[in-house]
């Protein structure tokens, strides 16, 4: 089992850059990617973006050019910049091992003001 622990969220108005970090303890050597998800209220949970230990990334069409997954060993970072009232969510960590299994982080809350 691996277990996430995220930080970085909050309140940030439009225009503005945030920077979530997550880190992975316990079966780490397992994991094969770490990325983000975001669920804002009343809409399932979307992939935001996501790392593979060979350093592919894949991201969500809408963040593309703003936002930015990168790993430094147990810890994945999400850098968001030109944020927008649109990415208003909370924020989950996630990491997929071979198994496959997924596990999650506790979520970090998001919020862009206009």
């Known amino acids: 089992q691996v277990q996430l622990v995220e930080s970085g969220g909050g309140l940030v108005q439009a225009g503005e850059s945030l920077r979530l970090s997550c880190t992975a303890s316990?079966?780490?050597?397992?994991?094969?990617?770490m990325g983000w998800y975001r669920q804002a209220p009343g809409n399932e949970r979307e992939l935001v973006g996501r790392?593979?230990?060979?350093?592919r990334s894949d991201y969500l069409d809408s963040v593309k050019g703003r936002f930015t997954v990168s790993r430094d060993k147990d810890t994945v970072y999400l850098q968001m910049n030109s944020l927008k009232p649109e990415d208003t969510a909370v924020y989950y960590c996630n990491a997929v091992s071979y198994g496959p299994r997924n596990d999650w982080g506790q979520g970090t809350q998001v919020t862009v003001s206009s």
């Open positions: 316990g079966r780490v050597f397992s994991i094969y990617a």
């Open positions: 790392i593979t230990n060979d350093g």
